[in-house]
């Protein structure tokens, strides 16, 4: 039986050094505020928007919300990124996406300050991502799986690392955190052959690949760890990842369960990147 990588167990020991920082903050009377753009009333959006909201309360964050119609001009929309830009008391941004299609999603993302992108909206933060340097902040997606490892002391150090999936939301940026922890990475995607022989020459395997129960026994062997991004409905209406749980923990060494695995650490790593940003800017 594969150990479990539980998110709650991560999520504790992460809030833990969130309200440390965050009391640091405070007695430099900086109340660390996050600030939520929204455009519409997506349902995936606000149920986001709410869990976010009371992780930021339970942890001492505070929140301003942007709410704007679903018809928004581009014009509004950016000069409200920009006042966001401009405001002291708000340290981090976040802005949900995607936008609706009249609006230009690129010029959009890239009008927030890359200092406040505490979702890696923005192309420097991505850059910072791929060079390494503090520009911006990663995905949280992606950086919630390396606090799993983090936590459950997995070193990638020479291990053989592999990452299913290649967008730049959660696959590209976890091969670039793998191998800035020292592992050896591949990045598989749909065009990748024999998939199943290249996954399991891994010690580590990151799923994302936006299909459900796509990774089954035929890709897994014993000694592996598994983290699985993924989040999908089931036939039965359950949630599910993107690899087959029931087939593939019998065999490897650990696995993130879902639900209460990547997903669960996500939000409090967003709310991590907005007392960091606050730490950036005034310790």
Do not use: W
């Not at 087939?247 to 996500?266: H, L, N, Y």
């Amino acid at each position: 039986m594969a150990k479990q990588l539980l998110g709650k167990e991560v999520n504790a020991a992460l809030n833990e050094r969130i309200k440390a920082n965050v009391a640091k903050l405070e007695e430099k009377g900086v109340k660390p505020t996050l600030g939520i753009i929204r455009v519409g009333e997506n349902g995936s959006d606000i149920s986001y928007e709410k869990g976010a909201t009371k992780r930021c309360e339970t942890l001492g964050v505070a929140c301003e919300k942007f709410l704007l119609p679903e018809d928004v001009s581009q014009e509004e929309l950016l000069s409200v990124i920009d006042k966001v830009n401009k405001d002291e008391n708000i340290h981090g941004v976040l802005l949900f996406r995607p936008l609706p299609k009249h609006l230009d999603q690129s010029v959009v993302e890239n009008a927030l300050d890359p200092a406040k992108d505490v979702d890696c909206m923005t192309d420097g933060s991505m850059a910072g991502v791929f060079t390494g340097k503090p520009l911006g902040f990663p995905p949280c997606t992606p950086q919630a799986c390396m606090e799993i490892l983090d936590h459950y002391g997995i070193d990638c150090t020479g291990k053989k690392a592999v990452v299913i999936g290649r967008s730049l939301v959660v696959g590209k940026p976890a091969a670039m955190m793998l191998i800035k922890k020292n592992a050896t990475v591949t990045v598989c995607h749909t065009k990748t052959v024999d998939m199943p022989s290249v996954v399991k020459e891994a010690d580590i395997v990151i799923v994302a690949a936006g299909r459900a129960g796509v990774v089954g026994a035929d890709y897994v062997r014993e000694g592996q760890v598994i983290i699985d991004v993924g989040i999908n409905v089931n036939a039965e209406g359950k949630l599910c990842g993107d690899v087959d749980y029931a087939a593939v923990e019998p065999i490897v060494d650990a696995i993130t369960p879902v639900p209460g695995g990547v997903g669960s650490v996500t939000t409090s790593v967003l709310v991590g990147h907005v007392v960091e940003a606050a730490m950036r800017k005034y310790m």
